[in-house]
């Protein structure tokens, strides 16, 4: 349930992108068979738990079927049965229960997978179209092949807006195009100058208002530390007069802030200063690169855009840039909106 960004470098970007398909084919080569429990552990479950099928199967009113497949007769009332007294066969519990089933290769019970997955739908663009700037010579060699009605028009494209009809990131933008073509330093000029926008309205909407004096990583730790629970620390952070002040603004930029303000918005560390380089930093950035068959990426995305194992944000974007400096010119790269 995340959006992401991947940048492919080279032709045949969608080419690329297939071994790392969550959902293949079932033919797929890109399938391996992941052993979830061995035959032993399967059979001790099968034999040894079980449920109490009333419980799990409550209606609101008992049925025919309840009373003949699982002898209920009232509502969450039955009898606590083994899951080899209820499904009768190994096959049948993995099946059903688990949604494994058996591979005598592999030696164990589980399911085929691509262990190399980190996408299960794409799209060119989507709710990052536009994702690039192009060069204003780039734009008017464009327009003039349009206009002239060429065929050999540059391999520049910009892709479809996501669920949203999302507006392009830039208006002069393209996600399909080679490095030579885009304006890296029209997109730093123009990220600098809405870090500090940014950080115009957050310093108006706090002012005279001290903030939190750590960030929430060292607010967990030391409460936890100190035999507390995460949710009166939770509490805590969401009743301090900053972090309130902010969720409270109408801003949509911090009212709807998921991530902690705190250490992205270098309060202890930097201030707007910071801030505004970090943003200068990220603004050709993707979450991710596929290159010669390599995925690369900030760390390991998960539901709802949570993000673990990741990198420090100057540590990447010097990674990334260093990655994208040492490519021709005339090396194509496509922006995609993945999902996972």
């Known amino acids: ?63 025919q079927t309840d009373i003949m497949k699982y002898g209920i007769t009232e509502k969450g009332k039955g009898a606590y049965e083994t899951h080899e007294q209820h499904y009768k066969t190994l096959e049948k519990y993995m099946d059903e229960w688990h949604g494994f089933e058996y591979d005598a290769d592999a030696g164990g019970w589980g399911y085929k997978c691509n262990p190399n997955a980190k996408w299960d739908w794409f799209q060119v663009g989507g709710r990052w179209r536009g994702y690039y700037p192009l060069k204003k010579e780039v734009l008017n060699k464009l327009a003039s092949a349009i206009v002239n009605n060429e065929d050999d028009l540059l391999p520049i494209t910009r892709g479809k807006s996501g669920v949203f009809n999302n ?78 002040a902010l969720k409270e603004s109408g801003d949509d930029d911090f009212k709807f802030y998921l991530g902690d303000a705190v250490k992205d918005f270098c309060i ?52 990334w840039n260093k990655l994208i400096d040492s490519l021709p010119d005339d090396t194509l790269l496509s922006v995609y909106d993945c999902h996972i």
């Open 1 to 63: 349930m995340s959006h992401f960004t991947v940048l492919v470098v080279g032709p045949n970007p969608e080419e690329q992108l297939a071994p790392f398909n969550e959902q293949p084919e079932d033919d797929s080569p890109y399938l391996e068979f992941q052993v979830n429990m061995t035959q032993e552990e399967a059979l001790k479950k099968f034999k040894e738990e079980g449920a109490d099928w009333g419980f799990n199967k409550v209606r609101d009113h008992v049925t």
């Open 167 to 244: 507006e392009p990131r830039h208006p002069d933008g393209a996600d399909h195009m080679r490095k030579g073509d885009i304006d890296f330093e029209l997109m730093r000029a123009r990220a600098r100058v809405s870090a500090n926008e940014i950080y115009d309205r957050l310093e108006a909407i706090t002012a005279g208002i001290e903030p939190p004096t750590m960030t929430w990583a060292e607010l967990l730790e030391k409460r936890k530390a100190e035999g507390k629970d995460v949710d009166s620390i939770r509490d805590e952070r969401r009743g301090h007069p900053w972090i309130k």
């Open 268 to 319: 202890l560390n930097g201030g707007r200063e910071r801030f505004v380089q970090q943003c200068v930093d990220s603004a050709p950035v993707t979450f991710a690169v596929l290159m010669d068959g390599e995925w690369y990426e900030n760390g390991s995305m998960g539901w709802w855009g949570m993000v673990s194992d990741e990198k420090d944000l100057d540590d990447w974007n010097r990674e």
